[in-house]
């Protein structure tokens, strides 16, 4: 089932236009994961995430984008990235995943 509630994307106000759009790809990328009913490319959210880490390589940050992006969303990018890395190919579905 698609998420129907509308909700803003965690952002900083610091971050470029290019910093935007590089976050923005990994929450797409993560909610593709939850929506889709073939789930995501394990190496597509890897990309993205990999991406995601020059904008925000510390860890307390990307926890605190985490923790906000689930209370948004329902979405959890740890637990996305997880099974991704465990999957190392294939496919990332999440749907019925409990957070």
Known sequence: M???TNYEYPLFPD????????VTRLY???EAAYEQPRGVEAATILAAYREFQ???PQKFEEKQLDRDFQTASGYSIYRTVKLARQ???GRVNMKGTQN
């Open 2 to 4: 698609a998420q129907t």
């Open 28 to 30: 797409q990328a993560i």
């Open 87 to 89: 999957l190392g190919t």
């Open 54 to 56: 020059t904008v925000v």
């Open 15 to 22: 971050w470029s236009t290019a910093d935007i759009l590089t």
